[in-house]
Each structure stands twice: as structure tokens, then as C-alpha cells.
């Protein structure tokens, strides 16, 4: 399974991005699907995750009402729709495929497959 993640940027505090994860490789609806942050000299955190269905979501609490996960099973994509960005969503974002119970999709050990990571600057 491949992750391909991609529509990072520089960006005024303010912005929206959209960033995409392209699955490849494998059944795209077996596999909870969930973002992860790292902001220089920091450990990767969790921000949002979505269901194989996309019937569930969750979010870090520092991002709920600015971010938007979503899933297209014809595009094996998953969506992260990013508003109101604030410097400190200043990170390499990644995708991650794994198939982690609800409670701990926030943990990264649990995740089979990773993407490259994007970067996402947010100016002030």
C-alpha cells in the first residue's frame, strides 16, 4: 500500500489548504485513514482520523471546528480541509493506513503504512 500526500504550502495565518492522501495499492475501505503533524524538533501528533466508512471522524482538540476530514472511495483519497490556520499548524503533515481501534487512532505505532509527509508553513 502506497500513501501519496500532497497540497502543502506557504500560507498566511488565516488560509485554508486542502491536502489530499492518494491510496494506492490495496483495498482503499479496509483502512482507517488519520493525520499526523510534526512540527520541527517535536514528536508526530495525531490531528484528525476518519473510518474505513468515513462514518466516523475524530480530532485533536486544537484543530475541531477549523478542520475537515473526508474520504472519496472512487479517488481512494482522503481529504484534510484545513481553515482559520494559525502559525502554530506549522508542521510536515503525513497520512497514515492502519486498521487501530476508535480509542487509539491517535496512537502512530499502530498504523501500517505512512506517506511522505507535506509541509504546511503558516506565516503570521
Known amino acids: 500500500v502506497q500513501l501519496q500526500a500532497s497540497g502543502g504550502g506557504l500560507v498566511q495565518a488565516g488560509d485554508s489548504l486542502r491536502l489530499s492522501c492518494a491510496v494506492s495499492g490495496g483495498t482503499f475501505s479496509t483502512y482507517t485513514i488519520s493525520w499526523f503533524r510534526q512540527a520541527p524538533g517535536k514528536e508526530r501528533d495525531f490531528v484528525a482520523g476518519?473510518?474505513?466508512?468515513?462514518?466516523?471522524?475524530r480530532y485533536t482538540g486544537s484543530v475541531k471546528g477549523r478542520f475537515t476530514i473526508s474520504r472519496d472511495r472512487l479517488k481512494n483519497t482522503v481529504y484534510l480541509q484545513m481553515s482559520s490556520l494559525k502559525p502554530d499548524d506549522t508542521a510536515v503533515y503525513y497520512c497514515?493506513?492502519?486498521?487501530?481501534?476508535?480509542?487509539?487512532?491517535?496512537?502512530?505505532?499502530?498504523?501500517?503504512?505512512w506517506g511522505q509527509g507535506t509541509l504546511v508553513t503558516v506565516s503570521s
Open positions: 497514515a493506513a492502519g486498521r487501530p481501534v476508535f480509542s487509539a487512532w491517535d496512537q502512530t505505532g499502530l498504523y501500517y503504512y
Open positions: 476518519i473510518s474505513q466508512n468515513g462514518g466516523s471522524t
